[in-house]
C-alpha cells in the first residue's frame, strides 16, 4: 500500500509558475513508476507526466511538453511537478499516482496506476 498526498496547489495568473509536490507513504516509494495526471471540470481525466523509479524516464503529455518537469527524490519519498508558463487551460485538479507493476517504465494510462493521492487544484486565471 502506497498513501499519496499532493500539494502546492494554488490560483495563479496565466504565464505565473507552479510547484507541486506529491510525498508517498507506505511501500517502497524507490520502487514505483509516478505520474501526474488532472482532471478539468468536466472533462474526462488526462496524462500529464510520468518518471520511472530510476529517473531514466520521462514522458510528457504533448499539451505540456517543454513547460512542465517532473522530477522525483527517492531520498524523501517525493515526486514534484514543475509548471512553468500556465495557462487556463491547464485549471484542473492534479492527482499524483504510483505503479509498482513496471518501475522501469513510464506509463500514460491511468488504469496502470494502483495508487492516487486526493488531488490538489490549481485554478489559473487569463
Known amino acids: 500500500q502506497v498513501q499519496l498526498v499532493e500539494s502546492g496547489g494554488g490560483l495563479v495568473q496565466a504565464g505565473d509558475s507552479l510547484s507541486l509536490s506529491c510525498a508517498a507513504s507506505?511501500?517502497?516509494?524507490?520502487?514505483?513508476?509516478m505520474g501526474w495526471f488532472r482532471r478539468a471540470p468536466g472533462k474526462e481525466r488526462e496524462f500529464v507526466a510520468a518518471?520511472?523509479?530510476?529517473?531514466?524516464?520521462?514522458y510528457y503529455a504533448d499539451s505540456v511538453k517543454g513547460r512542465f518537469t517532473i522530477s522525483r527524490n527517492n531520498a524523501r519519498s517525493t515526486v514534484y511537478l514543475q509548471m512553468n508558463g500556465l495557462k487556463p487551460e491547464d485549471t484542473a485538479v492534479y492527482y499524483c499516482?504510483?505503479?509498482?507493476?513496471?518501475?522501469?517504465?513510464?506509463?500514460?494510462?491511468?488504469?496502470?496506476?494502483?495508487?492516487w493521492g486526493q488531488g490538489t487544484q490549481v485554478t489559473v486565471s487569463s
Open positions: 499516482a504510483a505503479t509498482e507493476r513496471y518501475p522501469d517504465y513510464v506509463k500514460t494510462q491511468a488504469a496502470w496506476y494502483d495508487y
Open positions: 507506505g511501500r517502497a516509494f524507490s520502487n514505483s513508476a
Open positions: 518518471i520511472s523509479r530510476d529517473v531514466r524516464n520521462t
